[in-house]
């Protein structure tokens, strides 16, 4: 089983649209949690870092299901600038980062 | 620019040639880290360095590759007799190396290496 696996799309949505990604990870010692955007021949770059409690950053809503070992990120009110690889992250606190394969969001006017 | 850069941004080389590439971090990070991501893979862990201490490989990081960080700044990655297969994004990252589990880590634009 992968470390961490995501459905790798593509996911194609119209502008406005809400869609959903989500995201399992197999090592429950697993610590700390982020969503990486990726754009096309790009360097990854933090989205957000997924608490706990859940967090939102403004049409970006990051959960995490510590039971379930899993993770999700919901983007609303899609725009065609949201289009890229969206990268669910992991980190067990003594190796570096954990990165899915990513998932493809294209966003269509 | 205060980011991470790295350089050169593009290699092609022939099989069998060594090739190095150069990362330095945004300066007040201790921590240095490189990934290999190739097409439709997420980035994969190959080394990192605590200042100039190389503190973990990755079974990727084959005899073939080495990694140096020697004052703790910028660092180098070489691949000696490179193989088609070494044909990859090189991407480092640096992070501020802190107590804190939860930190981020910065990607410098990589380096895209093609091994004809």
């Known amino acids: 089983r992968k470390e961490v696996e995501q459905d790798p799309g593509p996911f194609n949505v119209p502008e406005g649209a809400t869609v959903a990604f989500n995201c399992t990870y197999s090592n429950s010692a697993s610590q700390s949690f982020f969503w990486y955007r990726q754009d096309c021949r790009k360097e990854p770059k933090l989205l957000m870092s997924?608490?706990?409690s859940g967090n939102e950053d403004g049409r970006f809503t990051a959960q995490l299901n510590r039971a379930s070992q899993y993770i999700s990120l919901l983007i609303r009110d899609s725009k065609l600038s949201d289009s890229a690889t969206y990268l669910c992250v992991v980190n067990t606190g003594n190796t570096p980062l954990v990165f899915g394969k990513g998932t493809r969001l294209s966003v269509i006017a | 620019d205060t980011g991470v850069s790295q350089d050169p941004r593009h290699k092609i080389t022939k099989r069998g040639q060594n090739v190095t590439f150069r990362c330095d971090p945004i300066s007040e990070h201790n921590r240095l880290y490189w990934y290999r991501q190739t097409l439709g893979q997420g980035p994969e862990f190959l080394t990192y360095?605590?200042?100039?201490?190389?503190?973990?490989k990755s079974r990727l990081l084959s005899d073939r590759f080495s990694a140096e960080r020697p004052k703790g700044s910028f660092s180098t990655l070489e691949i000696q007799r490179t193989e088609q297969g070494d044909s990859a994004m090189y991407l480092c990252?640096?992070?501020?190396?802190?107590?804190?589990?939860?930190?981020?880590?910065?990607f410098g634009p990589g380096t895209r290496l093609l091994v004809l």
């Open positions: 990252a640096s992070s501020l190396g802190g107590s804190e589990r939860q930190e981020t880590q910065y």
């Open positions: 360095f605590q200042n100039e201490a190389q503190l973990e």
């Open positions: 997924v608490y706990s």
